[in-house]
């Protein structure tokens, strides 16, 4: 690392950045304003030239927002929904009551309510009770699947999949069942209409995206650990996205079954879902992008296959060269489906996009760059101040695995203004009393107190957002969200009424601190370990903290690296007044820098005292026996 500017004591910092697109937001915006004339030019292109069949043109457009609502929620939380197809199919048939003619409904549907009946809706109208409905049961669904994480979701996914598929079967008295709806009217969806709500769906599903509920799912999917250490509770993110997610399909269905007429079960069940996963996963379900490339691809591919099946299959039963006998060719869509995802994800495993948008491929940003320049802001310095009376302290804490003791009856204590060590060898228990004065794991008896106040038993999230912040031992950052955004997500917690620009400037304020300017654009999986410790703390510190509770922050840094990291902290206590606990096996370090050290061995608390009465200490020279225990600075 080069050198720490931490200069809390200037009025501030100058820091220059891309006017346009180093946010989320922007990258949305600009993504929507690339895309949906893009894309409705092609669509108008074809179809007033009558290049290609118009159903199909709308059916590829449906797909796309079908791909923006799943790829939003599979993105966003890195959960592979199975159940989206439902949203689609009740959107489909909640339409298909309002704008079927009341004669045929009669007679389709003869129990449904009178007022139902006799509704002769234009479709745009329809499009409300659909979506409507979508989002309810979007709602009351979300209520479990905001609680699951990874396969249980997936699971739950299904499940709900197979009740709506039963349900529609079931409930003849709304949907007719195996019989189908029909004669859904088709003229009813015009170019306008489907073109508005393509440009609908494109803004919600951009602006989800970039809104914190978005971002904070995203942190979650990246590391559920790491964003409660930040407050980050992401339950009601997913919910977020589920139920946005839920109106963008229903909108998707009530759109298709007035391209095609009809609503059966069997169109809002497995090949569909099928068919909407090798959307997303060929486009890349990281990103939005991704979703329409991937529709794209897939609606046009779907015809080519199901076309080149039925010209195979014309030569079903003939004699080919060499006396070989055609056989009739079934499944061909899906079996090349599935040579396409399997011949994706070998090749490319995040999708054709990856995690990128529209509006960052490098020669759009270049162009846009270019267009808009870049901007000088001053930007206020990174500074916020702890009270002096500021306490962290623990009494008699225990924490058991099982019959194994990691950690008995440790006594600390860590003022405001304090660096205070734990040390102690190998598997000692320090990362065990971290975790546990973190809420990451609860202690098996004994108490902490914050600030006079029993945290005992409160969970990561509420310590974070009463004063604790945390790195990790083993480096847990937002690795595909940018370096700027894994800070965003903390200073949104901390500083929840700051507009947009204020949080991102402020945001940028502690790159600025901890020198990190330079890959403020960077993924955070793409930088050195030096550079991702230091994101780690700048993240923490974003959080504005009473504490921080650094867990072997210079492991992997280069000598240089550990003198400026050491600079920093001291600085940090100087300027912001929070205590530092310090856990590291770099003994030099830790002497220079604390002002107490408590030292830990086999889970015991066997001395704490001044770095000078430590390093004398008999009992602790024995516990580090070989090792250097002076402080060569
Ligand atoms: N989840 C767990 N289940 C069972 N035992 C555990 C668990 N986590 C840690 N331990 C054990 O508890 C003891 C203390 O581990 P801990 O990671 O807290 O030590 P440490 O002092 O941080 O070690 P190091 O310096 O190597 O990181 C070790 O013996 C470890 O094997």
């Not at 910092?13 to 180093?22: E, G, M, V, W, Y």
């Not at 796309?64 to 439902?86: D, E, K, N, P, R």
């Not at 529209?358 to 702890?386: C, E, K, M």
């Amino acid at each position: 690392m080069s050198q720490v500017d931490l200069n809390m004591a200037s009025s501030e910092i100058a820091a220059t950045h891309k006017a346009r697109l180093d946010t989320r937001g922007r990258q949305s915006f600009w993504s929507v304003v690339i895309i949906a004339p893009a894309l409705s030019a092609v669509l108008l292109f074809f179809a007033g030239f009558g290049l290609a069949n118009d159903s199909l043109l709308k059916l590829a457009t449906i797909n796309v927002i079908a791909g923006l609502g799943v790829g939003l929620f599979c993105g966003g939380t890195g959960i592979l929904s199975l159940a989206h197809i439902s949203f689609f199919g009740i959107g489909a048939y909640v339409a298909s009551w309002f704008t079927i003619p009341p004669a045929i409904k009669g007679f389709l549907l003869p129990s449904m309510p009178f007022a139902i009946q006799q509704a002769d809706w234009p479709l745009w109208l329809a499009l409300v009770p659909a979506v409507a409905a979508a989002v309810l049961v979007g709602l009351l669904t979300g209520v479990v699947m905001r609680r699951l994480r990874d396969t249980a979701a997936v699971i739950a996914s299904f499940g709900f999949l197979i009740i709506s598929y039963l349900l529609f079967i079931g409930l003849k008295p709304l949907t007719n069942g195996k019989q189908s709806l029909y004669s859904i009217p088709r003229d009813a969806l015009g170019w306008p209409l489907i073109l508005v709500a393509l440009v609908v769906a494109l803004i919600v599903a951009y602006a989800a995206k970039a809104s914190i509920a978005g971002r904070n799912a995203e942190a979650t999917r990246e590391d559920e650990q790491a964003a409660r250490s930040i407050g980050i509770v992401s339950d009601n993110s997913i919910l977020f996205l589920w139920v946005v997610s839920a109106a963008i399909m229903g909108l998707a269905g009530a759109l298709f079954v007035h391209v095609v007429g009809v609503a059966a079960p069997s169109a809002f069940y497995l090949d569909k879902t099928f068919a909407l996963i090798v959307m997303v996963i060929i486009g890349g379900y990281r990103s939005l992008t991704g979703a329409v490339v991937g529709a794209v691809i897939v609606t046009f591919a779907e015809e080519v296959f199901k076309k080149t099946e039925e010209f195979l299959g014309g030569f079903a039963g003939q004699e080919l060269i060499g006396g070989i006998i055609m056989p009739q060719v079934f499944g061909l869509t899906a079996l090349a489906f599935s040579v396409m995802i399997l011949l994706v994800l070998y090749y490319r495993p995040d999708g054709i996009a990856g995690y990128k948008e529209v509006a960052t491929l490098p020669w759009v940003q270049r162009r846009l760059d270019g267009w808009f320049g870049t901007a000088n802001s001053n930007i206020a310095p990174a500074h916020y101040r702890v009270s002096e009376t500021a306490r962290l302290k623990t009494v008699d804490l225990h924490k058991s695995y099982g019959g194994f003791v990691a950690m008995s009856g440790t006594n600390l204590e860590v003022k405001a203004g304090q660096i205070v060590g734990l040390i102690g060898p190998n598997g000692a228990g320090k990362s065990t009393f971290i975790n546990v004065i973190t809420g990451n794991l609860f202690a098996t008896s004994g108490s902490i107190s914050l600030n006079d106040q029993d945290a005992t038993l409160w969970s990561a999230n509420k310590l974070a957002k009463s004063g604790m912040g945390r790195t990790f031992q083993n480096i847990r950052v937002f690795g595909s969200l940018t370096v700027l955004e894994n800070v965003l997500t903390a200073v949104n917690v901390a500083r929840p009424e700051l507009g947009s620009v204020v949080a991102e400037d402020k945001a940028r304020a502690w790159l600025h601190a901890l020198n990190l300017d330079a890959v403020a654009q960077t993924s955070a999986e793409a930088l050195a370990y030096g550079d991702q410790r230091r994101l780690e703390i700048a993240r923490a510190l974003a959080l504005e903290p009473d504490f921080l509770l650094l867990d072997e922050p210079v492991a992997g840094m280069n000598h240089q690296e550990t003198e400026a990291l050491t600079a920093l902290l001291r600085q940090v206590v100087a300027d912001i007044g929070c205590g530092i606990l310090l856990v590291e096996h770099d003994l030099p370090m830790v002497m220079a820098l604390c002002d107490h050290i408590y030292v830990v061995n086999k889970g015991e608390q066997i001395a704490d005292g001044t770095p000078a009465e430590i390093r004398a200490d008999p009992v602790v020279i024995e516990a580090y026996i070989g090792q250097e225990l002076d402080d060569p600075h």
